[in-house]
């Protein structure tokens, strides 16, 4: 598995999220305002996007507010971590998994390290 950590405070998405390859886990913790996204639309649309709270990623985390507003994805698409932490919803391996952060550091560092061992190896 792949890992791609964004950590910025882009306005604007910092890649094609097309060339992000299935086998990769896309960690985005840094720019956290409703109109600034380190990731496109085309990432979170083909990906399994966790979020730590689907409420709060809707009104503060920009990635998801545009990619929402674009229709690139819907509110349905929004996992909880805690869905994938309780194992409710298993990591999906066919394509990229995208955990999108609103919290504070540390919490991300244990959110990412949870993402990225709940895939199954390949």
Known sequence: MQLIVCATTARTPLFDGTLVPA?????TVGSHEADARE????LPARSQLVVEDAATARRE???VILALA????EPGNLVPLRDLARGTVA???????????TGMSWEDLVIATTVHRAAPAG
């Open 70 to 73: 674009e229709g690139a994805i």
């Open 39 to 42: 990731l496109d639309s085309a």
């Open 23 to 27: 086998d990769c886990c896309v960690v």
């Open 61 to 63: 985390a920009g990635d």
């Open 91 to 101: 990591a999906e391996t066919a394509r990229p998994r995208v955990f999108k952060s």
